[in-house]
């Protein structure tokens, strides 16, 4: 055990104990190695740089990809610090004098962390700026950003390691809930990392009911039914097209189920007000395309269904995963078919060939996973490159109900 880790979380936290190997991963950071962290969402990978940051002299820099996500999280900082100079974020949400003073700050020493987007990293005032300060270490969070194989590709990310190198050289740490092996090995290569000590959790969410079931023309009935059987309980309901998100959520409040959708066309007021009125539990439903999600963290989300397969299993089982954030029940239940897996092959077409290629061989993936009559988390964990140590899970349609296989007959299917 490391006394003076431990009494640093107490300290700064006022946790008594770590999560996972937390303390493992903080141990290697500080004794300044490159660190590679694969952890699922809610895993408790922030404490890994946080914690090290504040104890270490200078100040980290902290790759984040959404403003959100840097403002809840400098913002959590500073409330358990209750200093607002120890942590700051730099984007483009400042103006010129807060700007400044985010720069004095650290200049005097009094911000141990710091959270840039990867497009300020880039900027040449920053890298001047940065060029003059001392660094303890980097964080990359949400590391999967830089794969083409990952579910959330920015091409800024690309740019972290040759303008790391301009700034100044330290000490990396990596994170990410994305843990296909493809995923981890562009991480790896692309952040000049292949050393690094690599801390792999288990990927498998034992409170989460796997299901995958035909779409047929009585969709929407079963989705009603569905929910009506399950009154008071918050799910998330994801569909492929704006259009659809619409629909359904009208669909929905005409019979009687409260609920709000969610999608990127829609304007930002809008878009928070729903958002928060299911955080808050003002709705019990919010029917959503993948914009919704990522940093959002309510933990007693009871179910999520798929309206449309996902493009990819990673994709899949990052929205599933918010389901059962509190280690509670959590039902994942999606609708099928192979036609929609075939439009979406179509929409690829204009795509540079490149794309294609890697969109396509994650829809055949996809594929096989959802006509498998095998159980569904070992699949799944398979394709993490984790080794499900049982036959049988008990907690998957193909396990409760073994006979059963997924099979969407074309004549059956609602277009
Ligand atoms: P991730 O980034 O892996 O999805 P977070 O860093 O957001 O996860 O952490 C998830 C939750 O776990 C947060 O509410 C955090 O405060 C809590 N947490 C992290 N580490 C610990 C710990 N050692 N003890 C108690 N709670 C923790
Ligand atoms: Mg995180």
Redesign the pocket.
């Known amino acids: 055990m490391n006394q003076r880790l431990h009494d640093a979380?107490k300290e700064h936290?006022g946790?008594?104990?770590?999560?996972g190997n937390?303390e493992a991963i903080m141990s290697s950071l500080l004794d300044g190695n490159d660190v590679f962290v694969l952890?699922?969402?809610?895993?408790?990978?922030?404490?890994?740089y946080?914690l090290p940051a504040l104890m270490m002299d200078g100040t980290a820099i902290i790759i984040s990809p959404l403003i959100a996500l840097m403002k809840n999280?400098v913002d959590?900082i500073r409330h358990f610090s209750e200093a607002d100079h120890v942590a700051h974020f730099l984007n483009s949400s400042l103006n010129r004098s807060a700007i400044d003073q985010v720069k004095s700050d650290i200049t005097a020493g009094r911000t141990k962390l710091l959270y840039v987007a990867p497009e300020s990293l880039t900027k040449e005032e920053n890298i001047e700026f940065l060029k003059t300060i001392p660094i303890s270490f980097y964080a990359v969070?949400e590391a999967h950003c830089i794969s083409e194989w990952g579910h959330d590709f920015r091409p800024e990310y690309r740019r972290i390691r040759p303008i790391i190198n301009e700034i100044n050289p330290r000490p990396m740490i990596a994170?990410t809930?994305t843990a296909t092996p493809k995923v981890q090995h562009d991480i790896q290569k692309n952040l000049g990392m292949t050393n690094a000590k690599v801390f792999k959790s288990s990927f498998n969410r034992e409170n989460l009911y796997y299901e995958v079931k035909p779409k047929t023309q009585n969709i929407d009935k079963e989705i009603i039914k569905y929910i009506k059987n399950n009154p008071g309980k918050s799910g998330i309901i994801y569909c492929l097209s704006r259009k659809k998100v619409e629909e359904l959520a009208e669909m929905l409040v005409v019979n009687d189920i409260k609920a709000l959708p969610y999608h990127a066309g829609m304007d930002g007021a809008t878009r928070s007000s729903n958002q928060d009125a299911f955080l808050m539990e003002k709705v019990d439903v919010i029917v959503a395309t993948i914009a919704f999600g990522m940093g959002i963290?309510k933990p007693d989300v009871r179910f999520v269904i798929h309206y449309d397969m996902p493009k990819s299993l990673e994709g899949y089982y990052q929205e599933t995963g918010r389901a059962g954030r509190d280690g509670g029940e959590g039902q994942c239940i999606t609708f099928y078919t192979a036609k929609d897996l075939q439009k979406m092959e179509k929409f690829m077409q204009g795509k540079p060939l490149a794309e294609q290629e890697i969109g396509r061989q994650l829809l055949i993936e996809t594929q096989s996973y959802a006509e498998a009559s095998s159980c569904r988390r070992r699949s799944l964990l398979f394709y993490f490159g984790e080794e499900y140590g049982h036959d049988n899970c008990q907690n998957c349609d193909n396990c409760i109900n073994p006979k059963k296989k997924v099979e969407a007959k074309d004549d059956l299917c609602a277009v």
């Open positions: 979380l936290f946790f008594d104990s770590f999560k937390q952890m699922p969402t809610g895993g408790g990978k922030s404490l890994c946080q999280q959590a969070d994170l809930a963290d």
